[in-house]
Structure formats: structure tokens, C-alpha cells
Nanobody
Framework: QVQLVESGGGLVQAGGSLRLSCEAS????????VQWYRQRDEKERELVAD???????KYSDAVRGRFTITQDSAKPLVFLQMNSLMPEDTGVYSC????????WGQGTQVTVSS
């Protein structure tokens, strides 16, 4: 089964940037959308961005204009560029691939200090 691995998290000051990566262990035989979620403290996990196989992107109101989701044309790799980070962006960011299977990564911690 395809596995997803996130990377790129870390500690950054408010106003800074990070780029997260979500890499699949192999190209899925079929996928429809890759999503980035985040979970802050004990709150419910929220969808922040997604990109479809047709390159259609969607963003939550909280990140629109600051985050950009893209996919590599040659590899099973999706990026989340996060700019103008704020302390409320702190959380565990996980990617999810929905296709012939529904696969989640383990997550990567993003911490934004004020």
C-alpha cells in the first residue's frame, strides 16, 4: 500500500515561511485529491488546502492568500508553501491522499513563535 511521508516542519518566527512536502512511497495507481490537514492542540483536525489530479486547488479561509499547494509533475510529491506564518498556524500538519485507497501520513510539527 502507498505510504505518505511529510517533511519540512519546524520552528519559525511569526512572519516567516516553511515549505512542507508530502511524498508517496510510490505513485498511486489512481488518486483524486491530496489534502493537507492540521491539528492544533486538542482541537479537531481541519482541512487547510487540497489539490486535485486536475490541479484544482482549494484553501480554507484561514490560510487563503498565505499558503500555496502545488504538486510535482514528475514525482508523487505535493508541497505546501506557507508564508506569513502566524502563531495560530502552529500544529501538526498531515497529508492525505484519496484515490483507490485513503492514505494518511504521520504528520509533521509546525511551531510558529510570536
Amino acid at each position: 500500500q502507498v505510504q505518505l511521508v511529510e517533511s519540512g516542519g519546524g520552528l519559525v518566527q511569526a512572519g516567516g515561511s516553511l515549505r512542507l512536502s508530502c511524498e508517496a512511497s510510490e505513485s498511486p495507481s489512481e488518486f483524486y485529491v491530496v489534502q493537507w490537514y492540521r491539528q492544533r492542540d486538542e482541537k479537531e483536525r481541519e482541512l487547510v488546502a487540497d489539490i486535485s489530479k486536475w490541479n484544482i486547488t482549494k484553501y480554507s479561509d484561514a490560510v487563503r492568500g498565505r499558503f500555496t499547494i502545488t504538486q510535482d509533475s514528475a514525482k508523487p510529491l505535493v508541497f505546501l508553501q506557507m508564508n506569513s506564518l502566524m502563531p495560530e498556524d502552529t500544529g501538526v500538519y498531515s497529508c492525505r491522499c484519496i484515490g483507490d485507497a485513503d492514505v494518511w501520513g504521520q504528520g509533521t510539527q509546525v511551531t510558529v513563535s510570536s
